[in-house]
């Protein structure tokens, strides 16, 4: 076993600690009593320009647990603030969660390295710090997932058992989940300065950002401005892509809301099964504030607040900065719907499809994707295999496919189908696409497999369990699931109630 660990030899490069010290409070992790290594990312490890031959030894054990730090870093805990559910909370911060520091991919990207679970922190508010091994194992798997699925997310370097039980609503294993991001900046770090009134820690903070994450900003003629535009597109392109594969977030809070447009916190997050607009499974969404059909309108309003912390670096005249943050607002909801008509035609096989090219076209093609929802929810229609099915059956030169995804008489369904291939022809004419290419299309886009929720949860008991086979399957499934022979795999079906009875949990 090698006594080298992975970051041996690793240059971090801790950018967020050259800002003021109300940013974050260093903290060590707390030990682990007898860690064990659950799962390791090995390509992810590479990327990083880690020693991934190290996976396994004692030395990089002690370094995922906690139980020691890497060289060249000091961990921190840092702050920030937030709206949940439409309730603001001025002191939230890093409760469980530790950022060893920042290195530079293979590719010169910067990239955060955060252990969560990791302990108390300063931030705890009375908590333990830790995670139990069901949120840990469902985080590293989902975001792979999501990863695989071309979707901008954090992701999952490894997950350790801690041997210490954590008290929820009963006791559990507890586990740390090493977390990769391109930062860990949020719209409640903005509000957590805002709300106090200092304007310059926000102006520093807006100031890093744009260094971080959209340096071209720095030369447009109102830099914050642009700033805040930049993140309303990197949240539009995310939240589209969410709907895209029928994932629900469950806690879009505006602490949840990352800067840099990735998908974080997987705690009570699903995927849609069975079609209905508005589907939500978190336990504490007791009001479907962030349903499937909501997504849209929550995230222009966390982009409102995030608007609202940095008003008063738009324009010296009050006035003229609400004027401006008013008119980037009201341009949101056109940029969000112009990118759900285009992933949404991509699913229905019309590629290259804007409103601007062909109004008339993408008005029909529009038209044609709300009439499919709404014959999928009246006919109990799974989500994914509702779309996965339409280039099946292309393939096959028969509507089969498609139709036996949907319950009750198929009659409207059929009508709807020979009017989808109809206009797919006229489109075909129009873009000299040929029907291999709008296959292809079809195939590239609709996933043939997704994170089915009871295959999380079979996998989360088997871990309570001591069983942890199931992670490895479900991680060689996930890493290609467009791939043609998920079709008829197990791990594609659907529960056999299209999971109307599902409920997730926080996982504090």
Request: with cysteine; glycine share 6%.
């Amino acid at each position: 076993m090698p006594k080298q660990s992975i970051f041996d030899g690793v240059r971090f490069d801790n950018s967020y600690q050259q800002l003021p010290a109300e940013f974050y409070a260093a903290t060590m992790p707390s030990r682990a009593t007898s860690p064990s290594l659950l799962a390791f990312n090995q390509p992810l490890a590479d990327y990083l320009q880690l020693n991934s031959a190290a996976f396994n030894s004692t030395a990089t054990l002690a370094h995922l647990s906690g139980n020691a730090v890497p060289a060249q870093t000091t961990p921190i805990a840092t702050a920030y603030a937030g709206h949940q559910f439409g309730h603001f909370n001025p002191r939230l911060g890093d409760g469980r969660a530790l950022l060893l520091g920042e290195l530079l991919a293979t590719d010169g990207r910067r990239f955060d390295i955060q252990l969560k679970g990791a302990g108390v922190t300063p931030y705890s508010r009375s908590g333990d710090g830790r995670s139990a091994l069901g949120p840990v194992l469902r985080e590293y798997v989902v975001s792979e997932a999501m990863h695989a699925l071309g979707i901008k997310t954090t992701r999952a370097l490894a997950a350790v058992a801690t041997g210490q039980a954590v008290c929820r609503q009963q006791t559990l294993p507890g586990a740390v989940l090493t977390r990769v991001a391109s930062s860990h900046i949020r719209i409640g770090t903005f509000e957590f300065f805002a709300r106090q009134g200092d304007m310059t820690k926000v102006k520093a903070l807006a100031d890093h950002v744009i260094a971080r994450h959209y340096p071209s900003c720095r030369n447009a003629p109102k830099p914050y401005l642009a700033l805040l535009q930049s993140v309303m597109r990197a949240q539009a392109e995310l939240v589209v892509d969410w709907l895209s594969v029928g994932f629900i977030h469950g806690v879009m809070n505006t602490d949840n809301t990352s800067i840099s447009g990735e998908t974080i916190d997987y705690g009570p997050c699903a995927f849609m099964d069975s079609y209905r607009a508005n589907t939500f499974y978190s336990a504490i969404d007791s009001h479907g504030r962030y349903a499937y059909d909501q997504q849209r309108g929550i995230i222009q309003w966390n982009l409102a607040r995030l608007a609202e912390c940095l008003l008063r670096l738009f324009d010296d005249d009050i006035d003229q900065a609400v004027k401006l943050a008013e008119q980037a607002l009201a341009d949101f909801i056109a940029l969000f719907d112009a990118l759900w008509l285009n992933k949404m035609a991509a699913k229905l096989g019309f590629s290259e499809l804007t409103a601007t090219v062909d109004a008339e076209r993408a008005g029909k093609v529009k038209a044609l994707m709300w009439e499919l929802l709404v014959l999928m929810e009246k006919h109990h229609a799974d989500f994914t295999l509702c779309f996965r099915s339409l280039g099946r059956a292309l393939l096959a030169q028969t509507p089969q496919p498609f139709l036996t995804v949907f319950d009750g008489d198929k009659t409207a369904v059929m009508h709807w189908y020979d009017r989808w291939l109809v206009l797919l022809e006229n489109h075909a004419e129009k873009t000299n696409a040929d029907w291999p290419s709008i296959i292809k299309t079809l195939q590239t886009t609709n996933p043939a497999i997704i994170p089915r929720n009871y295959h999380i949860e079979k996998m989360i008991a088997q871990g309570l369990d001591g069983r942890f086979e199931l992670i490895e399957k479900l991680m060689d499934a996930y890493k290609n699931p467009f791939d043609a022979a998920h079709e008829n795999s197990d791990l594609a079906q659907p529960p056999e109630d299209g999971g109307a009875h599902y409920q997730t949990f926080c996982g504090t």
